[in-house]
């Protein structure tokens, strides 16, 4: 059965720093990969995903993420963060092939400081 | 992507009542599938509805608490039945778009009182 875990349930970080959240599955087989955002009192909002292809992936709002396989791990990163940034951000995953259930990681509560 | 109307947006529910969610999503989808987020928590998945078939519990969920109805391919509905104060959590319907990804209704904020 797929898994997914966040290795920090919290990250501070300053405005305009960079930051990376942390990712890895496991699954016995090929996966899909998703992060998404749910701001304060929201819904969730898809940042970006992995399906195939090249392993660097780019998202809205500046995200991108890159997949390793051989380390089953999908980092989130940003260069440069605002204080708009400020949300949870879940990491997911599905095995494969359609119809299967995302999974979802225990998320990652970013908060931005001025 | 398609696009996920969920109602109501939130409400406050007396103990041992239930209420209806509702999600219509603007296209049709082969898949959708009802969460529950817990206060401070992660989303863990109650069933997978399909159409025209009877919908798919996770470990620890059932028919008779969350009963799951999907008449067509771009309609789904979830009650939550014989509601406790354990009840209270964010509800959120989801629908698979195989080219796409995952799309979320924007959730149901259920308070139980």
């Known amino acids: 059965a797929q898994s997914v875990t966040q290795l920090d349930s919290q990250v501070p ?8 959240l942390r990712c890895n599955y496991s699954s016995s087989v090929s996966v899909y990969l998703f992060w998404y955002v749910q701001y304060p009192n ?17 998202g809205i709002n500046g995200f991108e993420a890159e997949f390793n396989k051989s380390q089953t791990s999908f980092h989130l990163r940003k260069p440069s963060v605002h204080i708009s ?8 995953v599905s095995e494969g092939d359609a119809g299967n259930k995302l999974t979802f990681g225990g998320g990652t509560r970013v908060l931005v400081k001025p | 992507s398609a696009v996920i109307s969920q ?19 603007d296209s049709q989808v082969t898949m959708m599938f009802w969460y529950r987020q817990q206060p401070g928590q992660s989303l863990t998945l109650i069933a997978t509805a399909n159409q025209g078939s009877e919908a798919t519990y996770e470990s620890g ?13 771009t309609f789904s509905t ?9 009840d209270s959590s ?3 319907c989801s629908a698979e778009e195989v080219s796409y990804g995952y799309t979320f209704g924007s959730g149901t904020r259920l308070t139980v009182v």
Do not use: H, W
């Open chain 2, 61 to 73: 969920f059932v028919i008779d608490k969350f009963p799951i109805s999907r008449p067509n391919l």
């Open chain 1, 85 to 92: 940034d400020t949300a949870e951000y879940f990491c997911a």
């Open chain 1, 42 to 58: 929201q819904g969730l909002q898809l940042l970006l995903k992995y399906l195939s292809g090249s392993t660097l992936v780019k």
């Open chain 2, 7 to 25: 109602k109501p947006s939130r409400d406050i529910c007396q103990r041992g009542t239930s209420l209806t969610i509702q999600c219509q999503v």
């Open chain 2, 90 to 92: 964010i509800y959120l």
């Open chain 1, 13 to 20: 970080v300053f405005e305009e720093a960079p930051v990376e």
């Open chain 2, 78 to 86: 979830l009650t939550v039945s014989n509601m406790s104060p354990e």
